[in-house]
């Protein structure tokens, strides 16, 4: 599939210096940069990646240095399609939200600094992301060591998770750990701190505890991140 992106971005390169031929005479808005991806298990998400909140990609960019943008227009295709304008940032956006996607679709985006005359600059590198189904029917028990556990409504379901916990009060990390599949039933499930790597060796009475379960694809850049959940011990 790449060279099919090589292909597409080149024919949006063509078209853009087309369009730039006749007005624009200066000097051009140096291209943003888009953060690598980060790895599955960081706590930081940089780059491209789902969001918890819908079924939708997050994308950020950082501006060039020249302060030349004036505006920024990002392009979408799906599964090798034509690059399509999908939205015009402001000069002062650094992020996307695309909430127009389906699971299960590889979406590829490239972003064009505009100057003050709307004269499109130079082009970003081509990322992409394909975004899972995620986890559903989440529960954890009220212990002060909780199990949790979930149903992956992916089929066939993925290898591995990311579990995260932190604390409602702080939005500190306490647990942060990737898993295999257990492929005992049709429920996924763990106990906190199996791997003896969180923060404390049990959850607290009377704390909210925020906790979700990220499905990790077996594609780079694919997966998806369930809504946080809020465990309190009993």
Excluded at 5 to 23: D, P
Excluded at 84 to 106: G, H, L, P, Q, W
């Amino acid at each position: 599939m790449r060279p099919v992106f090589h292909l597409l971005l080149g024919s949006l390169l063509l078209i853009l210096a087309c369009r730039n031929q006749s007005t624009n005479s200066g000097i051009k808005p140096g291209a943003v940069q888009i953060p690598t991806a980060s790895e599955d298990a960081s706590w930081i998400e940089r780059g491209i990646d789902a969001i918890p909140e819908a079924d939708a990609i997050f994308i950020e960019w950082i501006p060039a240095d020249d302060g030349l943008a004036a505006a920024f227009e990002i392009f979408r295709n799906v599964d090798g399609s034509n690059f399509i304008n999908i939205y015009t940032a402001n000069s002062s956006d650094t992020s996307f939200i695309d909430y127009a996607v389906d699971v299960y679709k590889r979406y590829a985006y490239v972003i064009v600094s505009l100057d003050e005359d709307r004269n499109s600059g130079t082009a970003s590198d081509t990322v992409s992301y394909r975004l899972l189904s995620k986890a559903i029917n989440l529960q954890a028990t009220k212990l002060a060591v909780p199990v949790f556990s979930w149903v992956d409504a992916n089929q066939p379901t993925q290898a591995f998770y990311n579990v995260r916990v932190m604390d409602s009060r702080t939005m500190g990390q306490i647990w942060n750990a990737v898993i295999p599949s257990t492929y005992s039933a049709d429920r996924e499930s763990v106990i906190f701190n199996s791997d003896n790597t969180a923060s404390i060796n049990q959850l607290e009475q009377g704390v909210d505890y925020l906790w979700r379960i990220d499905i990790l694809g077996s594609e780079a850049n694919s997966g998806s991140e369930s809504a946080w959940q809020i465990v309190s011990i009993q």
